[in-house]
């Protein structure tokens, strides 16, 4: 819900802020067994894909 309700603070909850038909979708995947290990591997690369507007940009294959 935080990503939505910043969107709609910033009058783009049409466009962004959730992943659904329609909005621009852009989210990042990343490589690790559990979100909460992110904080453990901060500033080694896990990121897996990028995806601006539901096109992969970056891909670690």
């Known amino acids: ?3 939505i309700n910043a969107a709609y603070s910033l009058n783009r909850g049409d466009k962004i802020g959730s992943l659904e038909p329609g909005k621009l979708a852009n989210f990042s995947i990343f490589d690790c067994e559990d979100y909460r ?4 591997w901060f500033g080694f ?14 891909d670690k294959n």
């Open 1 to 3: 819900t935080s990503t």
């Open 37 to 40: 290990e992110l904080a453990y």
């Open 45 to 58: 690369p896990q990121t897996h894909s990028v995806y601006v507007r539901g096109e992969r940009v970056v």
